[in-house]
């Protein structure tokens, strides 16, 4: 993977001359589409690397007297081009012209993961951890490499995460690192919808050395949506679908470089569905974007880029099992109710985060590049929810009102009661009209006041990020077998949150107060939420509860030498960075008036890495190579605040993390055949987790959970070929075998939510246990025919296996399974980790265009899943979890909660393009 | 390079890489516990010291680490949110805000408790160790646990204090002691431990061959309340408690009893006083009242086992009850069984007569008898046999065999008692069944059941608003039942503003535990009626007034089948004190045709915290 996502990089595959003149070769690049000359597209071998003038010709010396070469043509935008050269004891060898094209039927660029994974968010207990992220999951790929293909797109449905690595990839835009500072997250709604002018980008996965970034221990993608980077067309597609959506609509307008200077990219989208996949989760999307570049003389371009997404969408909740079982859906969502005949879902995400970024490239010589751009992402993202006051909680799958529950009282109530949800399992969903009926009939006044007060009503939980980013990177080339990139980046970023009264259900008004701190009063705190306003009334629009920002800076460096010899290649890079966060709080929390109010001391952290690999060429076709990295790095803000709503206290223990990783691999580009095989082995040391929830037993009351010193290895061996078997017919498979484990026995903290006490819970058993939520074996066999007469299909069958769920940490500790029998039934049912079934998917995707005159169309089809297999793609247990229930009714009230793929589903689409 | 060196190559790397890649089975937590490093600095003793009983309560202020082993604890349900520790001196109770901690307290776990800021109180005599005083003055439990228990390693359970009934003390109380060669008394031997149905707690006695004697207490909610009281001698283990000044024993769960010895003789009369002797002027039973395979219960019968499990039963054939004991196919070597009369006190001369067959005959099982000195135990009574004819070897099997009729007209003015016993063995051949039917003595006049000679009425319809009553009696009104089925308290009449009305509580009991139900007549419901009342509670700590329907009661309250009434409201937690609050109509159209009875049920705890006062009025059904 890692060479052929570089291309400028690239050393493919070459004959190695020992003694002797050289060889000249030179030819013209045009594109395909227009016949234009191609400036700056990347020719090279293995060894060597030149760019094409700007009119589209270029001349390559080749030492030695080589019977055979291979060239590379590459250009962002446009699909890689290899051709083969017999010089045949010639000095001197023209070329017939070569053409550039576009990838028209690159499954890829038509749906993103965005599209295709749900959209999940955890409900219940420990609701707070999601806040501002937006958890989708996956990569946008745009490699040629045919494990990356697999994992990206049949894989990802799986759940399967390229290494287990949940989100270690760094993420630039335009030059500018994407990435969060509160959480390394990576924002991708931000560009939902905007398929058509996202698709430059470059990306890794591993550890090999990038232009433009020092990367991640996952790699790096790098998006360009310069104007004139993008392809020259005009484009409208439709597309339908049983998915998150049932309808897009996008088009874009590109103009490419214009001759006077300026070029203009416009695009836009709907996508909406008045229910998607899942029941109650209706989608309702607008996207725009523009892109305007200038050019300045002959050595300087400017760009302007702005882009934005105003998405609603109603979102999924998992839920137990035997609750999807009542309900005769694994796609059960608790989260929607039936109000005046329509579904109306609770839990409704409502965004909007507009980025605008400023971009100048400056090539002063065909060497030397040197690209500064500054960025500033902003608006809302909110989520709503249900609060209530002093009532009975509503959500339906509420422990409490399950089936599951009752059985641990009264078996014959239990059945009745099941009963009555399946013949009706609309029971399942939330009851809104009573929810208006308590607000409003047996409504409650507070001390008097006119009109009802709430007891329920729907929240709006905000994170409003605002992040300003800088940053400047130099690549340099000495000559032609040394080059030097380096850059520096800064971030300044805030996340407001805050919860503001969205829908008072029929009532008149809200408070501003701390229930909990109503019931169980604790000598010396007060139940307000704000003790800097008298006025504890809120209505439709207020703020209440928390109100608050993390707010944070960091500073990068980085430097990166390569060399390139015949024999091998070699490379070296380091960063430094600083990072500080700090909280503000705008609210005096009555629980927490001495260190709620106010700017928080700053958390700040310096931090390094280096990173070095060696390519061995052993000769045109074979090659080994191995890289390392090791880095420290911050702890996210995300995990640094035991309870961020109430106060500012930092969680103890909080510490830099260590990263040890390597990597090793073989890699055949042979005509017709590619393969590679790769062993990695990553050690993550002094690992933070955090969650937050209701603990039972001795300490009775929700708090923040916290391991310590939680060591994990990702190891595994992946392996990928792609064989043309005709010239029609390509074979791929993929594969990996992981083994994804925490190495070390954390120490748990469990920090009290109501008074900021911290409990030790001694050692958490943890070692070699896995690591959650992605399959650790997976493969995929797929098979494409790509007829003369522009049409393709391919089908595909994917494999999933080894894929843990998530544990509940106070499981493993001595004090859960005290005094139980070593090997008895219950000690294991505490302690061992659910592994999810193994399952089998295929997927089938055909292609179709027609060229009429100018006008291009496209007819593509995709089915996913085809067999309707049952695929979890990860899950969790309650953190909650009740010994002495399971020992006396044999019933865990509160079981694991898995997150499913979409059954069998589809899309068709259409496109023009003139 | 040759490529036909690569793949070498690569399997040569990958086997050096690869290793890393084997995992070790999953973790384990130690299921023995963790060390905490703590060490004490005084003992139990030390610590009861700190207290005097009957005083105020200590707070302890000093910086105090005591540590013990967890002897009982409250798996079973005989303690409740307590556990007992001990150490070498002695034992205490901890009083916990926790249910089910046994799972973090559990029995053999050494636990260490930092007794700053703890209280100690003793609950008449028992003294134990507490977080807070409650308003009312009794000892609250610990509420932020993890600040005071440190859990500890797992540790064997000290080995039980050896004492005879006679030697324990209150040195002894809180601490494991064992107590050999006992047995329990006669009459609770066969009864349950405590009443499970009702969950109310219960004493039985435990005694030994001196006929010293020891309460062992257990509560309604251990989940062996219902278990039968073993007739045998043996050894017990319990956890020795004092209430007041009786020392009392808890058991933590049946293991802790090995009585299957056979029961020691001696003492004049181990009946402890309990029940109240019925005496009877003449008898006629047929046994008709009793259900197939029942045991026999007859309103002043005693029926005992003595030797063995088996008891009499009632037995049906062919539409004819009678009574019936047999050791065929018993596991046990020896059986023995007692039916005994109540006291007859014979006023005219009078012959007894009763009927008896035999079935697969292996020996007299069967021997009728007359004691002047009974009194409730059948082995410590003289006896002396009653010249009958008995169904024998000789006789076909099921075959009715009259006794001929047996002149008793020298004991007029006398009193004395009748007993039918059978001895048997299942395991020795002795396996013969006897049965037994028509006994007679004189023309009847069967012991009285209060509830048949004053059976509960019927009525159309109520009305009862209790204004007939004098503030402060207990209720008694005809027709209705006010009835303690624990504690000592009942249902008494109150008046408020002229208003009289009935009401139950628990506030300011010394009880452990109240159970006391006022119900009504039964109530012929012939066509569509309605219930209506209305309840009040004041000074609300708990839920304490349920309100049942019952179909089938007839005056034995525990004898009926009691259903909670859905769908009414009763006075609860949010409302006013004192403030009347409606049923809502509770419609009885489902039991056209039956006779129904309302049960107003309040169960409280003086000394438990649960106090609610309940009051209930005007009680209508038309």
């Known amino acids: ?61 080749i030492p030695g007297q080589p019977d055979i070469v291979v ?50 968010t955890l409900s219940g207990d420990s609701d707070g951890e999601l806040d501002g992220g937006q958890n989708i999951s996956g990569i946008l790929s745009a490699s040629a490499d045919p494990f990356i293909n697999a994992a990206s797109f049949n894989l990802s449905n799986g759940g399967f995460d390229i290494r287990g690595y949940s989100q270690e990839s760094i993420v630039l835009f335009n030059g500018m690192p994407f990435n969060s500072v509160e959480s390394d997250a990576v924002f991708w709604s931000t560009w939902g919808g905007l398929n058509d002018v996202t698709r430059n980008r470059l990306s890794t996965f591993d550890l090999s050395p990038v232009a433009f970034s020092f990367g991640g221990i996952g790699g790096a993608i790098a998006f360009d949506t310069r104007a004139s980077e993008q392809r020259r067309q005009r484009r409208f597609s439709y597309m339908f679908s049983n998915r998150t959506y049932s309808g897009r609509l996008m088009g874009t307008w590109s103009t490419g470089m214009l001759k006077n200077g300026w070029a203009f990219s416009f695009s836009g989208s709907r996508r909406w569905a008045q229910e998607g996949y899942v029941p109650g989760t209706f989608y309702d999307a607008w996207s725009y974007f523009m892109s305007v570049d200038k050019k300045l003389g002959n050595h300087h371009l400017l760009n302007l880029t702005f882009l934005g997404a105003p998405t609603r969408r109603g979102a999924q909740a998992s839920s137990i099992q035997q609750v999807n079982e009542l309900a005769g859906s694994n796609f059960y969502n608790p989260n929607w109710g039936w109000q005046n005949g329509e579904k109306r879902n609770a839990r409704v995400v409502n965004t909007h985060q507009p980025l605008l970024t400023l971009r100048h490239d400056w090539r002063p010589s065909q060497r030397t590049t040197l690209t500064t751009a500054v960025g500033y992402l902003f608006g809302r993202y909110g989520r709503t929810a249900l609060d209530w006051f002093i009532a009975p909680d509503p959500r339906p799958d509420y422990y409490r009102n399950t089936p599951l529950f009752l059985a641990t009282e009264n078996a014959d109530a239990a059945a009745a009661v099941a009963a009555v949800y399946q013949a009706d399992p609309d029971l399942l969903q939330i009851q809104w009209d009573k929810l208006y009926t308590a607000n409003r009939e047996h409504g409650q006044s507070y001390q008097g006041l006119p009109g009802n007060w709430s007891q329920y009503i729907l929240s709006d939980q905000r994170s409003d990020t605002r992040r300003l980013n800088a940053s400047t990177t130099l690549q340099h080339a000495f000559n ?56 504890v009334v809120v209505r439709e629009g207020d703020t209440y509860g928390y109100n608050y920002d993390i707010q944070g800076r960091r500073y990068t460096a980085w430097t990166q030498i390569q060399l390139k010899r015949n024999r091998f290649d070699l490379f070296l890079a380091g960063e430094l960075s600083r990072t500080e966060f700090w909280r503000e709080g705008y609210y005096q929390n009555g629980r927490f008036p001495d260190n709620s109010y106010g700017t928080s001391p700053s958390q700040s952290y310096t931090n390094a890495g280096t990173k070095g690999g060696v390519t061995f060429k052993l000769n045109g076709r074979n090659y080994l190579y191995a890289n390392a990295a090791f880095l420290n790095r911050a702890p996210d803000a995300r995990n640094a605040y035991a309870s961020p709503r109430l106060r500012d206290q930092i969680v103890p223990g909080l510490q830099e993390e260590q990263v040890r990783s390597f990597e090793a691999g073989y890699q055949l580009r042979a005509p017709g055949v590619k393969a590679r095989a790769t062993f990695f082995h990553t050690q993550f040391n002094n690992g933070l987790r955090l969650s937050r929830f209701f603990l039972p037993g001795d300490l009775t009351r929700f708090g923040t959970y916290l391991l310590t010193g939680l060591d994990r290895r990702h190891a595994g061996l992946e392996a990928a070929v792609e064989a043309k078997l005709s010239p029609s017919l390509t074979l791929r498979g993929a594969g990996c075998i992981g083994e994804y484990i925490f190495t070390s026995r954390p120490n748990g903290i469990f920090v009290q939510d109501d008074d900021g006490v911290i409990r030790d819970r001694g050692t958490i058993y943890l070692k070699n246990f896995y690591v959650p939520n992605s399959p650790q074996t997976a493969g995929s066999l797929g098979l494409e025919y790509r007829a003369p007469k522009f049409w393709s299909a391919s089908v595909t069958v994917n494999y999933f296996d080894r894929n843990y769920l998530d544990v509940s940490p106070e499981r493993r500790t001595a004090d859960m399974v005290f005094g139980l029998p070593d090997d008895g039934a219950l000690f294991r049912e505490i302690i061992t980790q659910t592994e999810a079934p193994d399952a089998f998917t295929v997927d089938l995707f055909a292609n179709k265009s027609f060229k009429v005159d100018d006008l291009f169309l496209y007819l593509t089809a995709g089915v996913t899943n085809l067999l309707n297999a049952t695929v979890v793609t990860g899950g969790f247990e309650q953190l909650r979890f009740e010994r002495a229930q399971v020992e006396q009714t044999g019933i865990n009230v509160f079981p694991e909660r898995r997150f499913y793929a979409f059954g069998t589903n589809f899309f068709l689409m259409g496109a023009i393009r003139f | 390079m040759k490529k036909s060196l690569l793949l070498p190559l690569l399997a040569v790397t990958l086997s050096f890489l690869l290793p890393g890649c084997v995992k070790d089975d999953f973790d384990q937590p130690p299921t023995t516990g963790e060390d905490p490093g703590l060490t004490a600095n005084y003992t139990i003793a030390e610590l009861k010291a700190l207290h005097q009983n009957g005083g105020p309560a200590t707070t302890v202020s000093e910086d105090l680490v005591i540590s013990g082993i967890v002897i009982a604890d409250d798996f079973s349900g005989n303690w409740y949110r307590t556990f007992v520790i001990q150490d070498e001196t002695g034992g205490i109770e901890i009083l916990t805000d926790l249910r089910d901690s046994y799972v973090l307290y559990p029995r053999g776990r050494e636990i260490y408790v930092k007794c700053k800021g703890l209280v100690i109180k003793d609950y008449n005599n028992l003294v134990q160790l507490g977080g807070y005083v409650a308003a009312d003055n ?36 809180s601490t494991l002691v064992t107590l050999e060669n006992v047995q329990f008394s006669l009459s609770d031997a066969g009864r349950t431990f405590a009443d499970a149905v009702n969950q109310a707690a219960a004493n039985v006695f435990l005694q030994d061959c001196a006929l010293d004697e020891v309460i062992v207490r257990t509560s309604g909610f251990a989940d062996f309340a219902g278990a039968t009281v073993p007739a045998g001698n043996g050894s017990f283990t319990g956890v020795l408690s004092i209430f007041r000044n009786d020392l009392q024993f808890l058991i933590r769960d049946l293991d802790d009893l090995s009585l299957d010895g056979t029961r020691c003789q001696g003492g004049a009369n181990p009946c402890d006083g309990t029940g109240s002797a019925v005496t009877v002027n003449g008898i006629d039973e047929n046994f008709e009242s009793g259900a197939n395979n029942d045991p026999v219960q007859l309103y002043g019968w005693t029926n005992i086992a003595t030797k063995g499990s088996r008891s009499w039963q009632f037995k049906e054939f062919s539409g004819n009850v009678y009574a019936q004991a047999t050791a065929y196919n018993d596991n046990a070597a020896e059986m023995e069984t007692w039916l005994v009369s109540p006291f007859i006190q014979l006023t005219e001369p009078l012959s007894l007569s009763f009927e008896t067959t035999t079935a697969y005959y292996t020996h007299d099982g069967l021997s009728v008898l007359l004691s002047f000195d009974y009194e409730c135990d059948p082995l410590a009574a003289t006896w002396q046999p009653l010249n009958a004819a008995l169904a024998g070897q000789n006789d076909a099997n099921y075959a009715w065999v009259p006794s001929g009729n047996i002149d008793l007209s020298s004991l007029v003015g006398q009193t004395f008692a009748i007993a039918f016993k059978y001895v048997g063995s299942g395991t020795n051949g002795q396996t013969c069944t006897f049965q037994l039917d028509n006994i007679k003595l004189g023309s009847g006049g069967g012991p009285v059941d209060p509830c048949v000679s004053n059976p509960t009425p019927v009525v159309p319809s109520l009305d009862e608003n209790f204004n007939t009553g004098a503030n402060n009696a207990e209720v008694n009104i005809s027709g209705w039942n006010n009835f303690i089925a624990d504690g000592a308290r009942s249902w008494l009449f109150k008046e408020f503003s002229g208003d009289v009305y009935v009401q139950a509580t628990a506030y300011n009991d010394t009880g452990n535990s109240m159970d006391t139900w006022l119900i009504s007549p039964l109530i012929e419901v012939d066509g569509p009626k309605e219930l209506n009342f209305q309840t009040a509670k004041a000074f609300w700590t708990h839920d304490g007034l349920t309100v049942y329907l019952s179909t089938d009661y007839d005056c034995r309250p525990l004898d009926a089948t009691w259903t909670p009434l859905q769908n009414i409201t009763v006075a609860g937690q949010n409302d006013a004190d004192h403030a009347w609050i409606a049923s809502g109509p509770v419609d009885l159209s489902p039991y056209i045709g039956k006779k129904v009875a309302i049960g107003f049920r309040y169960v409280g705890s003086g000394t438990g915290g649960q106090t609610t006062s309940y009051r209930v009025d005007n009680v209508v059904v038309d």
Do not use: W
């Open chain 1, 71 to 120: 060239l590379t043509f590459y250009k962002q935008g446009f699909s890689l081009l290899e051709r083969t050269v017999l010089p045949a004891g010639r000095s001197d060898v023209p070329l017939d012209t070569v053409y550039l094209v576009h990838p028209v039927t690159n499954v890829k660029d038509v749906v993103t993961d965005e599209d295709r994974i749900p959209i999940i």
């Open chain 2, 138 to 173: 009794s000892l609250g439990p610990i509420v932020e646990v993890a600040d005071f228990l440190v859990k500890g390693a797992k540790q064997e359970v000290p080995a039980p204090r050896l004492r005879k009934i006679n030697e324990l003390t209150t040195a002894d109380v």
């Open chain 1, 1 to 61: 993977m890692r060479k052929v996502i570089l291309p400028h990089l690239l050393t493919l595959l070459s004959c190695i001359a020992l003694h002797g003149q050289a060889v000249r070769i030179h030819g013209t690049v045009l594109d395909g589409d227009n016949r234009t000359a191609l400036p700056l597209v990347s020719v090279g071998t293995a060894n060597t690397e030149v760019n094409t003038n700007p009119d589209g010709t270029f001349e390559i010396r």
């Open chain 1, 480 to 535: 032609s077998r040394l080059s030097l990139q380096t850059g520096l980046t800064a971030y300044r970023e805030r996340i407001h949150y805050f919860r503001t009264v969205d829908d008072l259900l029929g009532g008149d008004y809200y408070l501003n107060i701390d229930r909990f701190a109503l019931e169980n009063p604790i000598a010396g705190q007060q139940p307000g939420f704000n003790l800097r306003s008298d006025d």
